[in-house]
Structures are given as C-alpha cells and as structure tokens.
C-alpha cells in the first residue's frame, strides 16, 4: 500500500468508506469521477460487492492510473428482482400447448356466418 496516493469509492458507500480510509492512511481522498493527479496510484474502495460491476467500472475509469481494488465485504445477491429474474420463454398458459393453439386459445376464430334465410 506504500504506492497508494490517493483514495476514492463509488457510490454512498464507497464514498463513505474511501474517506474513512483517507483518514487512516493519511492521503487524500478524491470524488468518484474526478480526474486522479498522475503522481498518484488511486485506491478505491467500496464496502460490500455483490456482482462485482460498479467496481469493474470504476477500475475501468481510472484504468490509466493502474488501481487498486478493494471491497471489504463479498456478499452475493440474496434477491432477484422481478426486472432482474430471467424471462420465460413462454408464458404460463403457453406451457402445454404449441404457440398455434395458444394463439387460438387466446384469439378464437369468429363464428362461421349464418346463410340468410330466402323467403
């Protein structure tokens, strides 16, 4: 850690943890998203990952000033949201039959029209 210069996080909590960490180390600490003086090798630090993605980006973003990156605590997902569940190939009433008959289940034929009585 003797080639950290500075330290920033993502988000609320990365924030909140990166500032924490400025204080303890005594470097500076820089918002997320601010351009890192080259002189420094940033650290950036969140407090919990679950996919591992906001911090992908933030390495990515500050790619040029090869970081270090740290979270203090894995936890992987414990709920899929239903934006985020995977999508049924069909849908529930689709999953005995083929398309071509859910398709007529759900738009049936019209009634075949009646002959008018001649009289």
Known sequence: MEDVGCV???????????????HI???????????????FRPLIIDTARESGRTL???ARWYRNANPIVIAVYEEPPR????YEAPKPLRY???????????FEALHPAAPAPTPMLQG
Do not use: D, M, N
């Not at 920033?8 to 400025?22: L, Q």
């Not at 180390?25 to 080259?38: A, D, K, S, T, V």
């Not at 709920?79 to 239903?82: I, K, L, P, T, Y």
């Open 8 to 22: 920033t996080g993502p988000g609320r909590s990365g924030a909140i943890a990166s500032v924490y960490t400025s």
């Open 92 to 102: 529930r009433h689709e999953r005995s039959r083929s398309s071509h008959e859910a």
């Open 79 to 82: 709920v899929a949201f239903w």
């Open 56 to 58: 992908r980006k933030a």
């Open 25 to 39: 180390l005594r470097i500076p600490f820089i918002p997320y998203g601010q351009l890192c003086p080259e002189k």
